[in-house]
């Protein structure tokens, strides 16, 4: 595959991530080993669907850091020719959760920030939240977040875009917002969100990519070919996975460059 392709969703997962009890479903689902897989194996899979670049998240939940930035940080200082950071933040501590966004870019290079809010059962217009905006938005970094329902043993409704997600973008017009897992069963409100907003994008994260929703893919082969991200979901799949039937989409060369590595290379400002 001659494309370049960057993958905006993956984790590294440590064995206190992989020991949640709300991964349980997705475990079954995939079959995934509890073992917490080395980065060789990440390094593997990436190799085999030809992706250069692996964004990788940290995670911090209620119940406290599962991946840390610190983590991240060390795994993309090893590779940085094939690994960026998305960072993470405790939403109970504000005034720490804006100093660590400023670390983290400033400091470690990261690209992003993501908080999943069924996590935290907390919709993204929670006021606790709006911290974390301003940060993003004065560090110029995107914040990345999920949408749709929960495959985790966690409740769905944080994940629905609207009134949620349409206030946050009403009240900060300035933040890139990437909304990650595709957003069924909300469709319509996701595509409605993403034409009224120029700042909001999607990633088709946790999808392969010949079951994404046909109103998604028509809308990635036309006007909207500038707003979808691949994102795999790693290691709960494998980009190999996700991208096992891209042909079947019928995207244009354009739209097929874009989706793959052209729209997060722009959205996530990544060195050329």
Not at 10 to 35: G, H, I, K, Y
Not at 117 to 132: A, C, G, I, Q
Not at 137 to 160: A, K, Y
Not at 165 to 174: C, G, K, R, T, W
Request: proline share 9%.
């Amino acid at each position: 595959m001659a494309d370049e392709i960057i993958d905006v969703w993956m984790q590294q997962p440590n064995q206190r991530f992989l020991d949640q009890r709300w991964l349980e479903p997705l475990l079954r689902w995939t079959d995934l080993d509890r073992a917490a897989p080395p980065v060789a194996a990440t390094l593997g899979a990436m190799d085999r669907a030809g992706v250069r670049i692996g964004l990788l998240s940290a995670w911090h939940g209620p119940q406290g850091v599962l991946i840390s930035n610190d983590e991240v940080a060390e795994l993309v200082q090893a590779r940085p020719d094939r690994f960026a950071g998305i960072a993470t933040v405790d939403l109970t501590d504000p005034v720490r959760a804006v100093r660590e966004i400023r670390r983290c870019v400033r400091d470690l290079g990261f690209v992003g920030v993501r908080v999943v809010p069924w996590l935290w059962n907390l919709p993204p217009n929670d006021r606790r939240y709006y911290p974390v905006y301003v940060a993003c938005v004065e560090e110029d970094v995107p914040f990345c977040t999920q949408i749709g329902h929960t495959g985790p043993l966690c409740p769905s409704e944080p994940g629905r875009p609207i009134p949620y997600l349409d206030e946050v973008l009403l009240d900060f017009p300035q933040l890139v917002v990437v909304g990650g897992h595709v957003g069924y069963p909300w469709l319509a409100e996701v595509l409605s969100l993403v034409r009224k907003y120029p700042n909001f994008h999607v990633d088709t994260s946790a999808y392969a990519v010949h079951r994404l929703p046909e109103e998604l893919v028509e809308f990635m082969r036309g006007r909207g070919r500038t707003r979808v991200l691949f994102g795999s979901n790693y290691p709960m799949l494998t980009p190999a996975q996700c991208l096992d039937r891209l042909d079947d989409l019928g995207l244009g060369a354009e739209a097929r460059e874009l989706f793959l590595g052209g729209n997060a290379r722009r959205v996530f400002s990544l060195p050329l």
